[in-house]
């Protein structure tokens, strides 16, 4: 059973940091791409960051390039995205995926979903 858990959200003023954090269990963490998606109050879930197995590779939305980072450490199965310089318009809930595909991953149709965390960023 693959369970993906995000911490690290919380409230903020625009132009802070936070730092969220996702836990992977249940699955070969290493052989797989990972990623972040937020969806906003009566919007779209959309895409955020992705990164690829190895942590070689990494892929931004326009909308946070530049401010946000991702990362992974394998050896102890987490990912994380740094998130600086925010902006009201970042206020979301957070979701970590993960999926063997990395083009599925970026679809938003990854094999698996956290429950999410919340960001409000207050102006």
């Known amino acids: 059973q693959v369970q993906l858990v995000e911490s690290g959200g919380g409230l903020v003023q625009a132009g802070g940091s936070l730092r969220l954090s996702c836990a992977a269990s249940?699955?070969?963490?290493?052989?797989?791409?990972m990623g972040w998606f937020r969806q906003a109050p009566g919007k779209e879930r959309e895409f955020v960051a992705r990164i690829s197995w190895s942590g070689g590779t990494t892929d931004y939305a326009d909308s946070v390039e530049g401010r946000f980072t991702i990362s992974r450490d394998n050896a102890k199965n987490m990912i994380y995205l740094q998130m600086n310089s925010l902006k009201p318009e970042d206020t979301a809930v957070y979701y970590c995926?993960?999926?063997?595909?990395?083009?599925?991953?970026?679809?938003?149709?990854?094999?698996?979903w956290g429950k999410g965390t919340l960001v409000t960023v207050s102006s």
């Open positions: 995926t993960m999926d063997r595909n990395t083009i599925v991953l970026r679809q938003g149709r990854g094999a698996y």
């Open positions: 249940g699955r070969t963490f290493g052989s797989y791409a």
